[in-house]
């Protein structure tokens, strides 16, 4: 999947929130490593420079286009720009899954990455495995297995001649209740804390729930089609979530969206 930097970051702002939320939880004051895991266009990966200047940042992503557009940030010339520039941050393209720190890591951050994977029983505990005495894994996960947006991706495709490519990439939600991940870490660290927020979303512009979802998980069922049912599925997918998210009077859209958080102390 090709990912959109530009796409992505239309709602820069609404993204960063939750990022800085976690981020004002983690409890490492002066840490000597931090690794930015799926650091995507590199906005929050700044963030983090700016928390801790001493440290030696390390931004991983899999994608080619959003390493692109965060080393042209970092380097001060990008869109998307949160705070100066930071051309000392070390950018790795790695798929998440198979990354592996060479020495422990004072922090392991993470925001918005781990509900595009599965298997989290391993996941966790492997990447906490690679946290430093006394450092932390830090991670931040949508979790909307009943909303609108998220069931209305198979529901405007069933039945249509569209359903046989797009049913291998309609994903469940692998985001688990926030006890599983407690009872998974909490024995294997000195504590854990977990907690979610819904994020009441104050949209504006033209079906902008639609425009929210092109620039992420609905990424993959646009790209599994060609012209012209492309244009159609998303048509179809536009009008469906439109109807279900209706603008307000004053022409703004209100999107409840939940997100889980969790800090695994070392």
Known sequence: MIWDPNQYLAFAD?????????????????????????????????????????????GIDGSPEMLAAARETASGTGSGSVSGSAPDITWIESDIEGWRAETPVDVIYSNAVFHWLGDHETLFPGLLAMVAKGGALAVQMPRNP?????????????????????????????????????????????????????????LTGDNPVLEWVKGSRLRPLLAALDEPARS??????????????????DGTTLLPFRRLFLIAVA
């Open 14 to 58: 609404l993204r960063l929130r939750p990022a800085l939320d976690l981020l004002g939880r983690v409890p490492v004051a002066a840490p000597s490593s931090v690794v930015d895991l799926g650091c995507g266009a590199g906005n929050v990966t700044r963030v983090l420079r700016d928390r801790w200047p001493e440290a030696r940042i390390t």
């Open 146 to 202: 009943d909303a609108p947006f998220q069931y209305l991706e198979g529901d405007v495709a069933r039945g249509t001649e569209w359903w046989d490519t797009l049913a291998p990439h309609l994903r469940l939600d692998p985001v688990a209740e926030p006890g599983f991940y407690y009872d998974l870490l909490a024995p294997l660290c000195a504590r854990v804390e977990i907690w979610e927020t819904t994020y009441q979303q104050v």
């Open 232 to 249: 159609a599925y998303e048509a179809a997918y536009g009008q469906a979530v439109n109807e279900a998210y209706p603008a307000a009077p």
